[in-house]
């Protein structure tokens, strides 16, 4: 079982940076690919970006490109999705998520946080 809790959501004015985080229960983090999710008012839940076990491969959406970095620190059992040069249509709940497969499936994570909100305003 593992337990998820993000932070570092907010608003921000376009252009702007925010670094989420989220942090990891257990003693098992590394054993886990990470990633993050982000579902806007209407839409789907989309793929952002996610992170190897190790942290050494990183795959990210072309929309996020660039621009969004994840990482992750297994010492501290956290995983960041820093952001910068912001868009509003990057606003939407973000969600870290946990599973056993490097995938951009939401399908392939099991286990996710409750979300934190980010508003990018225009």
């Known amino acids: 079982q593992v337990q998820l809790v993000e932070s570092g959501g907010g608003l921000v004015q376009a252009g702007g940076s925010l670094r989420l985080s989220c942090a990891a229960s257990g003693r098992t983090f590394s054993s886990y690919v990470m990633g993050w999710f982000r579902q806007a008012p209407g839409k789907e839940r989309e793929f952002v970006a996610a992170?190897?076990?190790?942290?050494?491969?990183?795959l990210a959406a072309d929309s996020v490109k660039g621009r969004f970095t994840i990482s992750r620190d297994n010492a501290k059992n956290t995983v960041y999705l820093q952001m910068n040069s912001l868009k509003p249509e990057d606003t939407a709940v973000y969600y870290c998520?946990?599973?056993?497969?490097?995938?951009?499936?939401?399908?392939?994570?099991?286990?996710w946080g409750q979300g934190t909100q980010v508003t990018v305003s225009s």
């Open positions: 992170c190897s076990w190790s942290g050494g491969s990183t």
């Open positions: 998520a946990a599973g056993k497969l490097y995938s951009r499936s939401s399908e392939r994570y099991d286990y």
